[in-house]
Structure formats: C-alpha cells, structure tokens
C-alpha cells in the first residue's frame, strides 16, 4: 500500500523563477491538500484540490497555485519565486471531502525548495 | 482567525521521565490529530481523536480530547530517546476543510 509519494525531494531555484512539485496520493484517496513549511514552524495550509478542483484556500497569494489530475495526483506551482517561498512543501492525503468530520490526513516526505 | 497554541515550545528531558504537551485553542474543533516529525522528514500521524473527553492510548503515550473540544494533551510515560522530535497538533475546525496546524513542540529525550 503505497503512501504519499512527492517529488523532487529537493531542489534550489533563482528568485523570479517558477517551481512545479508533484504528489501521489495514498492508494484509495481523492482529496488532496497542500502545506508549506518553512523551518521551526507547524505547516500551513496552502489549498486543497477535491474533483480535480480546488475547494479551500490559505492565505497564500495567488503566485501559488495548483492542479488535481483525473487520477487524484497534484502539481503546485510557485510562480515568481521568493527568497521567503524557501521551505518544505508537505502534500497530504485523504479520502473524501467532509467538514472536519474527522477523516485522517496522511503526509508525504514532503519538497525541500530553496530560493537562492 | 483559528488558532493552535501549544506549550511547551520546547522540552528536554532524561530518559525515563513523563510529560506533558499541551494544544489549546479558543475555537471548537469537530477533529483534532498528532503527528511526530523528525527533521528532513514529513509529519507521521499518531492519533486521531474526534469525540470530546476522548481519551486515546499509543504504548506509552496518552492523547486526551477536550471536553468541549478546544483542547487536547499529550502524555508520554518513561519517555525514550526514539520519542525526540517536534510534535504537532492539527485541528480541523467545524465547516472547513483545512487542518490547521500548532506551532509546535519541539522535544528532546537525553539518554
């Protein structure tokens, strides 16, 4: 039973430039969510993709967006990077798409960006 | 705007010993779960705990639920140097979709 699988596990870009990082799901979910990290903080909410669309939004400006494929996979884009966009990028997976009805969020290794 | 507060920031302790983290907030949470992230790594879930006075149990570990759900605990009994690392909580507020994350406690366990 395959987890949360992301890709690139690591990667440095150049500021302005634009990133694209990719998750699988665990096997059997459909909802997937994305959170970044940056170092010596808890993850924050970035979005999350349900259908292949995006159904909530963090409070992170729109340079950052997403896409969910037919077979529930997800790519984040980070356009115009920032010295500050440097952090871990944790994908996260879930069946369903509840009200906090409690369905378990499993996380992924996660992407290591650094904007030089 | 929801937020996770948990104490203490940072712990370190000897082995054998117990203690205590505590994740509080001033909104109602409909779920709420622990995870444990150890550095270059992503979080690992431990428990995942939705009724209010829940009261969970991992081999040495205890996770409690609040009552009115705004808050929760984590004991750890005879703590081992394997339970180093930040622990996290992460509620999902009623009538959202997102869990939002505590700031996090950052333990170390000396041998």
């Known amino acids: 039973d395959a987890g949360v699988t992301q890709s690139p596990t690591h990667l440095i870009k150049t500021r302005g430039q634009q990133v694209t990082l990719r998750c699988s799901p665990k096997s059997g979910h459909d909802t997937v969510s994305w959170y970044q990290q940056a170092l010596g903080q808890g993850p924050q909410f970035i979005f999350q993709y349900y259908e292949e669309e995006e159904r909530q939004r963090g409070n992170f400006p729109d340079r950052f967006s997403g896409h969910q494929f037919p077979n529930y996979s997800s790519e984040l884009n980070v356009n115009a990077l920032l010295l500050g966009d440097s952090a871990l990028y944790l994908c996260a997976s879930s069946l369903g798409y509840r009200k906090g009805s409690g369905n378990t969020i499993y996380f992924g290794e996660g992407s290591w960006l650094t904007v030089v | ?111």
């Not at chain 2, 509080?24 to 690992?44: A, C, T």
């Not at chain 2, 939705?50 to 149990?57: A, I, R, S, W």
């Not at chain 2, 609040?66 to 140097?81: E, F, N, V």
């Open chain 2, 1 to 111: 705007t929801q937020l996770l507060e948990q104490s203490p920031q940072f712990l370190s302790i000897q082995e054998g010993e117990n203690l205590t983290v505590y994740c509080n907030s001033s909104s109602v949470f409909s779920s709420l779960q622990w995870y444990r992230q150890e550095p270059g790594e992503g979080p690992v879930l431990l428990v995942t705990v939705v009724t209010g006075g829940e009261v969970k149990k991992l081999k040495r570990l205890t996770f409690q639920f609040g009552d009115a759900r705004k808050d929760s605990s984590l004991h750890i009994t005879a703590a081992q140097p394997g339970d180093t690392g930040l622990y996290l909580c992460a509620g999902a507020a009623s009538g959202t979709y997102k869990y939002i994350f505590g700031t996090g406690t950052r333990l170390k366990v000396l041998a």
